[in-house]
């Protein structure tokens, strides 16, 4: 079996390609390896993997529509997971055009690589900002995701209603994870844990949106691994039911997922864990809400745990502790 991972030197892609990988699996990974934050920890990532003989890297962006089909001609998928994309709440408000290349053009160029190949199942990166202004908790996929606050939530959206279409038209089984803030060893600089760690190890102040509150459905990343590698062997069905009126359900073989921790942090919390695990304390500065940001995140993960017996382990203290003992290992602190 061939399985192609896309953001292979991105946080969960790599993280995933090494269990792949460690399991025997044959696996294609890719990445653009853009600057959007440090290159060179996204090289240090797929280092990782450069000791696996079954690995095969190729730099390439997924919008790169001549790119892919060279990837196709050289390459047969039987499942793909799609993890690459431009990430970032934030970023999107500035520079929107990289959004749409590759969280739109991107996709859909993986999906007509998944239609070409017949592959078994596509998985793909959704994620809980497509909640938005939703204000009903714990998020469930049977609620409205109508309201996106940002233009990085529009398009994972987007990625959702795409993957119905190929689902329903061409029978492709599609399962798309809408992830709660993924935090572990490796994680991304532009994401509290990791700025946060950063600033309370160097000293520097932190900045506390919201003034403080706020509060984030942290899922650590040996969590969403085993979750993603579960979601894979639940390949959805067309079924002959008449639907029901609900986002999360259809005829066609396609589903979205929640998959978080179901157990919402206080970001002061969050932050008390870090000084805890650090043994400083951090100086705050509390702002205000930023654009495209929402106050609260809380995944409802009872259908994952229904069709795949899901079950997130990791406690926050230990996941913090992890996080700031790779964070000193890495950077010689």
């Not at 196709?72 to 998928?77: L, N, Q, Y």
């Not at 795409?162 to 809408?178: D, K």
């Not at 590698?229 to 029901?244: F, H, M, N, Q």
């Not at 509390?286 to 745990?305: E, H, I, K, N, R």
């Amino acid at each position: 079996m061939t399985i192609l991972v896309t953001g292979a030197a991105g946080f969960i892609g790599n993280e995933l390609a090494l269990q792949l990988l460690s399991m025997g699996s044959q696996v294609v990974g890719i990445d653009n390896l853009n600057d959007y934050y440090d290159v060179q920890l996204k090289k240090d990532r797929l280092a990782r993997l450069a000791s696996f003989e079954n690995f095969t890297f190729v730099k390439m962006g997924i919008e790169d529509r001549t790119a892919m089909t060279a990837l196709t001609d050289r390459h047969h998928f039987d499942v793909i997971y799609h993890l690459a994309a431009q990430a970032g709440v934030r970023y999107s408000i500035e520079n929107p055009a990289t959004y749409i290349d590759s969280n739109l053009v991107g996709f859909a160029n993986i999906l007509e690589l998944a239609r070409q190949q017949a592959v078994k199942h596509l998985i793909y990166a959704s994620s809980s900002s497509v909640y938005g202004e939703n204000e009903t908790q714990p998020f469930s996929e049977h609620h409205a995701v109508d309201h996106p606050v940002s233009l990085y939530a529009a398009t994972k959206k987007a990625n959702e209603v795409m993957a119905h279409s190929y689902s329903h038209l061409y029978g492709i089984p599609t399962t798309g994870l809408r992830f709660f803030t993924v935090y572990g060893p490796w994680g991304r600089p532009d994401m509290a844990p990791f700025l946060f760690s950063r600033a309370i190890l160097e000293g520097t102040p932190i900045k506390v949106f919201n003034h403080g509150e706020m509060e984030r459905d942290f899922t650590y990343i040996d969590d969403i691994i085993q979750g993603i590698l579960k979601a894979a062997d639940a390949i959805p069905e067309r079924s002959i039911k008449p639907t029901v009126n609900s986002p999360a359900s259809s005829d066609a073989p396609y589903q979205v997922l929640n998959i978080g921790n179901s157990k919402p942090v206080k970001l002061m919390d969050f932050i008390c864990a870090l000084e805890a695990a650090s043994g400083l304390v951090a100086e705050k500065i509390f702002m205000d809400m930023q654009p495209g940001d929402v106050p609260s995140t809380y995944a409802d993960v009872a259908l994952l745990q229904q069709k795949t017996g899901y079950l997130p382990v990791m406690d926050i203290q230990s996941g913090v502790d992890a996080v700031v003992k790779w964070y000193r290992n890495y950077y010689s602190l």
